[in-house]
């Protein structure tokens, strides 16, 4: 099985997915059936270890994925958690989007050292549900989890990941609106 976690930077998924990680390392040798054998793969680490962009955009203070090279990369991988923003764009059988409401976005990046630009930036890109739409026009609704993120803590998330590994959660999406912030 292939887990994709994504969403706009920001919203919580390296946090999350190294949540659930220790939790399944916590259970690892006890195989009860309570937790997947999946292994969390940090994309944006695989990315940056592996020189697998195209150039650096100096605008953006980003690397620019070379996504075909990640697809090779990960093509022999299963039994994983794909955690990015950009993990939608690959292969896989659920694909969660974390959300978090944008002004709470804005500042979360803020507070980690991003500029304002690029903080209002992913901000009104989370408005406009941009990486939800990709995901569900790439996955279909059937594979979509949607996770709102805002003022949660970041095992609550965690545990909502576990149930959506291990089926315990209906697919969901276009349930969080954050539009209002755009007008």
Same mark, same amino acid.
């Given at each position: 099985m292939r887990v994709a976690v994504t969403g706009t930077p920001g919203t919580g998924k390296t946090t999350a997915t190294?949540? %659930? *990680? !220790?939790?399944? *390392?916590?259970?690892? &040798?006890?195989?009860? &059936? !309570?937790?997947?054998? %999946? *292994?969390?793969?940090?994309?944006?680490?695989?990315l940056e270890e592996a020189g697998l962009y195209t150039e650096v955009d100096a605008e953006r203070e980003s690397k620019v994925a070379d996504l075909e090279a990640l697809e090779e990369w990960l093509a022999d991988r299963e039994d994983v958690v794909i955690e990015s923003h950009l993990a939608h764009h690959f292969d896989a059988d659920r694909v969660v989007v974390l959300r978090c409401h944008p002004e709470a976005l804005e500042e979360r990046l803020l507070e980690r050292g991003e500029t304002e630009a690029k903080a209002r930036e992913n901000a009104e890109s989370e408005a406009l549900d941009v990486i939800l739409s990709e995901a569900v026009e790439e996955h279909d609704l059937e594979s979509v989890y949607e996770i709102d993120t805002t003022d949660r803590d970041p095992d609550a998330v965690a545990s909502d990941l576990e149930a959506v590994t291990a089926g315990e959660r209906e697919p969901s999406a276009g349930d969080v609106d954050f539009v209002e912030y755009l007008v």
């Open positions: 190294a949540r %659930l *990680e !220790s939790r399944w *390392e916590a259970h690892d &040798g006890t195989d009860d &059936g !309570s937790t997947p054998d %999946l *292994e969390v793969i940090h994309l944006n680490r695989v």
